[in-house]
């Protein structure tokens, strides 16, 4: 063994819902339904086993309608939904499971943060101290909707608004101290209500009155994840955040983006190695033929419209209004994520057509090879950059979830670049423990973030 | 006695009875316990439904939450939407039903949760309706009135149907062939512009295998009834004498019909709290030692009385017919009644309160059987709610000895006949009796 500890988190992009990739997937057995939880149970047990640190659900409150004005193409190909409320599978996934962490996205524009201080902290006693969440401030005008709110809020002002509400939370969490609860049977006493304080918050965007009617949890607080990538979500993250997952596709912007998260924690007053970067990336094995190649048995015009949907949701805005065979430049997009990984693959400007068409077999940093070739590349990356770990996206069928857990995972596990996972350790615990940070510094520290 | 009726359980994902010595092997903060009673009261009691009751906010008087915190009593509650989840996973048959209100929701973040938990429940998921608000905890500096409570649940509810409505049934295609998920033309924006509530829609999952979760409500005043009558496919109602459930039954039934509603597509149900010993005089031994626990006292039950009155009654004489002046009417709609009804001082109304009390049925396990089979076929129906912390002492004598003498005389549930917990509740041939009579048997 040598080196630090790498973390490996799975990050399911689709959500709890199939998304096009998992559903029309030959792979995927017919029997096995997208709409129970078995399948999901199934595949996270294979991440428990094997060392994968938690995983992440993303969500959308809305179903996108950017390419045509129309939910129609998304609805038909089931492109960025369905969408079901991972709140609702985290505690079946922590029922079947015994170490790994199950971080459900949560948006602060959608829920009340009394409710959602709550919800946490009754799934941090349900799973026993495992519960994460990944923290959004924001989505599609349409989520917004939903909502009966006419739009979203503008973006640098939900961070304003999330730093409150985060803060708030916290507030909530820390509003039993701890050795409130003392349970005495003989004198009937459960609590010491002298040890119970209300939070009082009035803030700019949110009232409080409090204590929490849930008493203190397993990890004290969840585990904070967090993805933006913005200077704003940066702040944030130094701020608030306990892991950030981002998507990099050079050794060099992964080593500055780690940087400057880091120098955002220090300048938040928190250690740097307070907060764990981890980078999306997407193994395919050798030995599993073709395995990120999505073979999709519709033709290619429903290819292009698959695409183009996509790319529309991503973008956010309507690229039915676009030339096909024309670069696309000069409309802003140049620096959004996905085109940077287009224009560095081939250095010239790609035409939307052939965007569109990539989009159904996309992925970011595609680490192929035989296991222990990906177990190397993986190595070099992480101690070239430095840390923290990988956020692994790849196909959400238990095919592929089994390949990368026992080849990949395992022979990282093997090489002692991977702890064994631990069911006595608190997700908190577990993420504090690799890096030598005291996992106690902050719980119970409400305020002492600045 | 020939009146079938359906068993439901009552409780909450709270501290009451952390004292218990069932909580020295389980811990009331975690779901093996509910886990393993749930299972019980499914595989072995037959019951249709777990009803959790909830609160979000620790109760207070006056801004004083100190002895709520200080015995773990009223509003020391987890939140039972995660619980619920986790329960679908280790049952197969008996209905889930969930306390939230229409006044901290959202609505299509409730729409949401119900409709998935549906799902991942296989069709088992169930709505207990209520209005309370979330007062400071939500920002929220003043109150609403009742009238305007149930105004807003009235919309609130119509909203949350359309959206469980904005897929039809067969709009999902999972056409392989074609790469086609859904059917769009099948697929309806809700577009929903109300007096309280807006909301565009659709649903961003396909509809559930019930539709709409089981709706269930416990209004007790006028406007509540109203509602009930008109939205609820279970009642639940705290009364005190068979003659008082009848009364209500008969009530709900008949406005029911006003509205052109079948009053037999609603169950009502009345709560009880069995004592249940090998003997009556050991069952009544139980009730004197449950009431002599260190945190069934006077100061609880004063406690319990003013927050749910509005109404502080710490200062009041004990020892007088308790007082029903200045009490916070939107607070406390049937409470006062249940003990006026009885005459009760306040020392009794307070101690009745620590208790959480209800209709008391006590005795051995046929007498008590005997006793709830005497009180439905008096009522008519429809079921009985037994009311009590969920745990082994509690539970297994109602499975393992209660349960059996009543399917030997053929009044409960003896098997599930389908997979939703809607077509469970409302099938007429759910006991064996009711099989029988319905194939013109004679008993």
Redesign the interface.
Known sequence: MSGKRMHIAWFSGHGVGPGQSTWSDDRLPASLRWDRPDAYVEMTRVMDRSGVDFLVFADTLGIPDLYRGSIDPYLEYAIAMPKMDPAILAPILAATTSSIGIVPTLTTTFYPPYLLARLLATLDHVTGGRIGWNIVTGGIERGAQNFGLAAMPAHDSRYDMADEYVELCEKLWASWEPGAVIEDPVTGVFADPGKVHTVDHAGEHYACRGPLNVVPSPQGRPFLVQAGSSPRGIEFAGRHADAVITNKNTIEDMRAFRERIRASAVAAGREPDAVKVFFIVSPVLAESPDALQVEHSAGAPARLQMGLAQLSAAFGTDLSLLPLDEPITGHGFDRNTIMEQFVSDGGEVPTLRQVAERMGSWVSMPFEGSADEIADRMEYVFDEVGGDGFAIRGHWIPDYVNDICTHVVGTLVRRGRIARPDPALTLRRRMGACSGVTPATRSGNSAGLG | MVTPFRLIWFTS?G?RH??ALDYTHYDW???EIY?DMARLLEKRGGFDAIVFAD????ATIDGD???F?????D?????P???L??L???TERIGLVGTLSTS???P??LA??F???D??S?GRAGWNLVTSE??????A?THMSKQERYDRADEYLDLVERLWDSWEPGAVL?D?????????SK?H?TNFEGRY??????M???RSPQGHPVIMQAGGSDRGRQFAARHAEIIISHRNSPEAMKDFREDLRARMRTMGRDPDTCKIFFTVRPFIGDTLAEAKAMRTNALS???I?LEVGLAALSARTGRDYRNDPLDEPLRTEAVDEAASAGILEQHTERGETLREAAMSEAMKETFVVEGDPRQVAERFAEVMDYVGGDGLAIRETMMPSTVLPITDRVAPVLREMGLVRDRYAHETFRENLLDPAFAAASRTVAAGGVR
Request: net charge positive; glycine share 12%.
């Open positions: 994902f501290a952390w004292d903060r975690r779901p886990r609160g979000p906010s620790v939450f100190g002895p915190v200080k015995y773990g009593l509003g020391v509650y987890n939140d939407v995660p619980l989840a986790a679908s996973w280790h901290t929701y959202p299509f973040l949401r949760l409709a998935t938990l799902h991942m296989s979330g007062g400071p905890n939500f920002g500096a999972l392989r062939a074609s790469g086609r998920f859904a059917d769009p697929v924006e509530f807006r909301s565009r829609g659709p961003t999952l396909p626990s260190p945190t006292n």
